[in-house]
């Protein structure tokens, strides 16, 4: 059984190739390796599962830059899939944590932006009260959280591509500990989506 330290999951997303990477060598802006699967049903509904059950966003600057960026403009796009739109409006209307030393004060509604080490922001924000804090997709921090034990919920999307080289998820010497897997889902293009439980 799994049990939880407070009352508020941290709740990790993150998309991996097959070979581990979640980037490019050399440019870890380029997400075009993810898009033809990221627009499958299976990695929207992962997406979607995660989301819903969560009431605070946790980004690192780059990221957020990117996801306050563009999801905004699909609020209200025809055509648009629901799920989409769903995670858009869930994004803009949901209190974000960007954690960051350079950015002085945020551009985006319901936003905080916090120069602290990411183990004490994620302290204060479970000693909170809330829903689920969802790391979305920053790499950086949610290596912090591994790295601390901090996380505890994996979610990843597994896309069936080798990118042969690029920049690891899973560093060495992250901490020895058990994971059960709460769901696992195949889908289109070989897209697997999978969740994990840290069992302490």
Do not use: C
């Not at 380029?30 to 989301?51: C, E, F, I, N």
């Not at 949901?94 to 004060?105: A, P, R, W, Y």
């Not at 919920?153 to 994971?179: E, Q």
């Amino acid at each position: 059984m799994t049990e939880q330290s407070g009352g508020r999951r941290v709740v990790t997303k993150m998309s991996l190739s097959l070979d581990g990477r979640y980037a490019r060598p050399g440019d870890p802006l380029d997400m075009s390796w993810v898009m033809p699967y990221a627009l499958t049903d299976v990695a929207r509904d992962h997406l979607t599962g995660l989301w819903q059950s969560a009431t605070t966003a946790l980004l690192g600057r780059v990221n957020a830059e990117g996801f306050l960026g563009f999801w905004p403009t699909v609020i209200g796009t025809e055509g648009v899939d629901p799920r989409d739109e769903g995670f858009a409006k869930w994004l803009v209307a949901t209190d974000k944590v960007v954690l960051s030393s350079t950015l002085g004060q945020a551009p985006w509604e319901r936003t905080e932006v916090i120069d602290k080490p990411t183990s004490e922001v994620v302290a204060d924000l479970k000693a909170a009260e809330g829903g689920d804090i969802l790391v979305l997709s920053s790499a950086s921090v949610i290596k912090a959280l591994l790295a601390d034990d901090k996380v505890d919920r994996l979610a990843l999307t597994i896309f069936p591509v080798f990118l042969g080289g690029g920049p690891r998820l899973f560093d060495d010497g992250l901490p020895a500990g058990r994971w059960s897997l709460v769901s696992q889902t195949a889908g289109e293009h070989g897209t697997l989506a999978l969740v994990y439980d840290r069992v302490r």
